[in-house]
């Protein structure tokens, strides 16, 4: 099993910065993406920006130029850096980690965080 634990996230006003933070931990042999989703009131859960283990980043058009996702391959964490935070981007934010868990079976899992709000608001 693989766990997700999420840091970071709160209230901040408009054009604010806000940094998200999440670590993998259990037992498996490698993790292959690393990403953010979140999910606002009302709406479904949407991705936010994803990493590979070693491949270029990919960002929601809504986030581009203004989010920065990293990863630490050596902890297995995955940070999301928000600057320019804007009320649009109120929701739960979700950790995700592509895992997988045995190095002779080439099937990969989903696993998620626990989910963290983060609120952008005046």
């Known amino acids: 099993q693989v766990q997700l634990v999420e840091s970071g996230g709160g209230s901040v006003q408009p054009g604010g910065s806000l940094r998200l933070s999440c670590a993998a931990s259990?037992?498996?042999?490698?993790?292959?993406?690393m990403g953010w989703y979140r999910q606002a009131p009302g709406k479904g859960r949407e991705l936010v920006a994803a990493?590979?283990?070693?491949?270029?980043?990919n960002y929601a058009d809504s986030v581009k130029g203004r989010f920065t996702i990293s990863r630490d391959n050596a902890k297995n964490m995955v940070s999301l850096q928000m600057n320019s935070l804007k009320p649009e981007d109120t929701a739960v934010y979700y950790c995700?980690?592509?895992?997988?868990?045995?190095?002779?079976?080439?099937?990969?899992?989903?696993?998620w965080g626990q989910g963290t709000q983060v609120t952008v608001s005046s």
């Open positions: 990493i590979p283990a070693g491949g270029s980043t």
């Open positions: 259990g037992s498996f042999f490698r993790i292959t993406t």
């Open positions: 995700n980690a592509h895992v997988q868990q045995r190095h002779w079976d080439p099937v990969s899992s989903d696993y």
